[in-house]
C-alpha cells in the first residue's frame, strides 16, 4: 500500500517503518514542512494495512519495492529507513537508481550480528505464545530506561497499535526471518549523499559499523544522539531528517 501526499512537488520522500509498525510511526510527528516541501510517501509492507505477499528476503522485498513504487517515479528520490526499513533501503540503493538523490539510515548497520539473530530468534518463539508478550519484550530491548520510566505502558501501546493494522503475527515473522537470514550488506559503492542516525545506547551500533558503512557509502555523515537507545525521540529524529534534506552540507 503506497500513501501519497503533495503529488504535485518536485522531489520525493519515502518512509520505510521499522519491523512491527505502520506508517503511523511516521505520520504522528512528522513536520509540516517535510509535508509540503516533498512529495510524501509512507509506505506500507505487505500484510500491514495491505494483503500479505510472502517474500522470502531483503532482495526480493527490494525488488518488489522497485516495481511497485520506484519505477513509477520520475522526479528526484529521498529515501528514509529506521531499523528494519534502513537494512531495506540499502538493498534498495544496490538497485542503482539513477534519480535516488539521497538516503537518511536511522538505527541500522549493514550487518547482523550473532547476538541479534539470536535475539530475533527468541522474539518468534515469544510471539508463538503471545503477540502482547511479544510487543512488551521488544519494547524493552528497542526503548531506552528513561522512556519506560516515562511511560511503562509502551510495550501495551505497541501491541494495540499492531492489532490495528495486522491480522495475525505472519508479516511480524516474515520480517524477522529477512533479518535472521542476514549476514552482511555488500553496498554497491556509491557517492549517494547518506546520513546514519543512531543513539548512543543503541547495542546495534558499534565502530565497525560505522567503518563499514564508509567502505561502501563515499558521501556518508553521522548524528549520533547522546542517551538515546534504538528507539531515538522522533523530534530530535525529525529535526535531523529535516536538516540534512535542507542543506546539502549538512554532516558532523
Known sequence: MVQSINKNADECLI??????????????????DLLERFEVIFYEYPGYNRPFIKLENFKELAQYIDKEVLENIHKPIHLVGYSYGGL?????????????????????ANRILARDKELLSVLKKVSDVDMYL???????????????NKNPLIGLQKFSNLKLSIPDKV???QQMNHIIRTARIEIRKQPTRTMLIYGSEDRMIDMDTLDSLHEYLENLSFKKLIGEAHIIDPTKMFHHIHQFLKTEEYAI
Open 134 to 148: 511479544f510487543c512488551r519484550v521488544l519494547s524493552l530491548f528497542s526503548h531506552g530506561y528513561e522512556d519506560f
Open 171 to 173: 508479516p511480524i515473522i
Open 88 to 108: 531495506l533501503v540499502q538493498h534498495l540503493l544496490n538497485l542503482n537508481r539513477q534519480n535516488i538523490k539521497s538516503a537518511v539510515l536511522i538505527a541500522c
Open 15 to 32: 518512509f520505510f517503518n521499522p519491523m512491527s509498525s505502520d506508517s503511523r510511526f511516521w505520520t504522528t510527528n512528522i513536520p509540516k
